[in-house]
């Protein structure tokens, strides 16, 4: 919707070159908040590290995994999303994810989300795409996303957009932000050294690679 000025009639192209449903992962990240508060209230979770950005998952795994116990169990909301289509709307097929993101890659192949998704696609290249290929969109008819409305969720992409959706349900709660390559890493770093000293730690880590969110 950010991304393409016309983004129905993005969706109308995609529709007439065979897809059959487009969901909009906002509606996930609904899911996903649903999933976190759960798990905080059922599991009394003392911190938790929040995990849609797979680049910080993967710096975890390879560089921090001490810290994977405190990695949130509940999935992205691309995966949400697609657990959604295929677990409860029964869509068959292959499931491709439009995001401006090449790191989702690693999360789609990783054995943790079991295959759901199949491809990864970014806006760069799909705007390559339809350059190359002298696609006009605007002539295409004007599609809406396949699934009823979400909530709060069209935050979550943005910076602190997690933080602001569990601070509309959970009040008071202490929701660390953190954006951006020069201060992700080293705050988790810290994280872990903190821990280890049993000082205070954040109910929930918003942390995310890109400086400005998705």
């Not at 116990?69 to 409860?88: E, F, G, H, N, R």
């Not at 994810?97 to 090449?102: G, K, Q, T, V, Y």
């Not at 979550?156 to 932000?177: M, V």
Request: hydrophobic content about 35%; charged content about 25%; glycine content about 6%.
């Amino acid at each position: 919707i950010v991304n393409f000025n016309e983004h129905k009639k993005l969706l109308g192209f995609l529709k007439k070159s065979g897809v059959n449903f487009i969901y909009d992962v906002s509606f996930g990240a609904d899911i996903t908040i649903w999933a976190y508060l759960k798990t905080m209230s059922e599991n009394k979770a003392d911190t938790i590290i929040a995990q849609p950005c797979p680049s910080i998952v993967n710096y975890i795994q390879k560089h921090q995994p001490e810290l994977l116990d405190k990695l949130a169990p509940v999935q992205s909301p691309m995966i949400c999303t697609a657990i959604y289509m295929k677990k409860y709307k029964k869509i068959e097929g292959d499931i491709a994810f439009l995001s401006p993101c090449i790191a989702k890659a690693d999360e789609i192949n990783d054995k943790n989300t079991y295959g759901y998704v199949k491809y990864n696609v970014t806006f760069k290249k799909l705007t390559e795409y339809l350059e190359t290929n002298k696609i006009d969109i605007s002539k295409y008819e004007e599609i809406d996303f396949d699934h009823i409305d979400c909530g709060l969720g069209f935050l979550f992409s943005r910076p602190g957009g997690l933080k602001e959706n569990i601070e509309a349900r959970l009040k008071d709660a202490w929701i660390r932000q953190i954006n951006g390559p020069h201060h992700s890493y080293s705050y988790l770093e810290d994280y872990n050294k903190n821990i280890k000293m049993n000082k205070q730690m954040p109910l929930v880590v918003d942390i995310l690679n890109c400086t400005y969110g998705c």
